[in-house]
T-cell receptor, first 114, second 113 residues
């Protein structure tokens, strides 16, 4: 089966750096997404990795190692508004050509304290 | 552009009743997806429309769930009759074409009592 693991909760202090890890065990690989979701709101796209390495986008960066089945989301200069759930998702490698299904982890709830 | 809109935002119904959830995708997005998050679990795929056609409905839990997308615009997801285990948040997402990334709606929180 397909499985994605990420920590359930994390806490950090405003201004700090936090790394949220995600490991996946899937029968293949075709891309990994990170989404941010504030309570009661829509998940919003943060980053996409399909090749190994680091993708940087402002205060947020995402890293992928396909050989290790591992990704992390790095948040720098934390702000109170970064308190949210962070969802790791991989494209279903068993999907047919024209279906773009995602397999999600349970999400990591991040609380930022002043 | 307007985002993905879902209605209602919350619904509380009794076991055995029928509920219909609606999703209006972003205009021009042919691909429409339904996902569900049951309490404490991960978000799981239900089905995928391309225009009005069901492309993949492998995630639909059982035949109490019926999804439609008449005319390839908005979609409805009907649960009939609802059971307690159907409680959760139902998300809709749309994309312009395959492999292009999704935009999610805020979800409908369904509570079956």
């Amino acid at each position: 089966g397909q499985n994605i693991d990420q920590p359930t909760e994390m806490t950090a202090t405003e201004g700090a750096i936090v790394q949220i890890n995600c490991t996946y065990q899937t029968s293949g690989f075709n891309g990994l997404f990170w989404y941010q979701q504030h309570a009661g709101e829509a998940p919003t796209f943060l980053s996409y990795n399909v090749l190994d390495g680091l993708e940087e986008k402002g205060r947020f960066s995402s890293f992928l190692s396909r050989s290790k089945g591992y990704s992390y989301l790095l948040l720098k200069e934390l702000q109170m508004k970064d308190s949210a759930s962070y969802l790791c998702a991989v494209r279903d490698p068993t999907r047919s050509y024209n279906t773009d299904k995602l397999i999600f982890g349970t999400g990591t709830r991040l609380q930022v304290f002043p | 552009e307007a985002g993905v809109t879902q209605f209602p935002s919350h619904s509380v119904i009794e076991k055995g009743q029928t509920v219909t959830l609606r999703c209006d995708p972003i205009s021009g997005h042919d691909n429409l997806y339904w996902y569900r998050r049951v309490m404490g679990k991960e978000i799981k795929f239900l089905l995928h429309f391309v225009k009005e056609s069901k492309q993949d409905e492998s995630g639909m839990p059982n035949n109490r769930f019926l999804a439609e997308r008449t005319g390839g615009t908005y979609s409805t997801l009907k649960v009939q009759p609802a059971e307690l285990e159907d409680s959760g948040v139902y998300f809709c997402a749309s994309s312009r074409r395959e492999n292009y990334g999704y935009t999610f709606g805020s979800g409908t929180r369904l509570t079956v009592v």
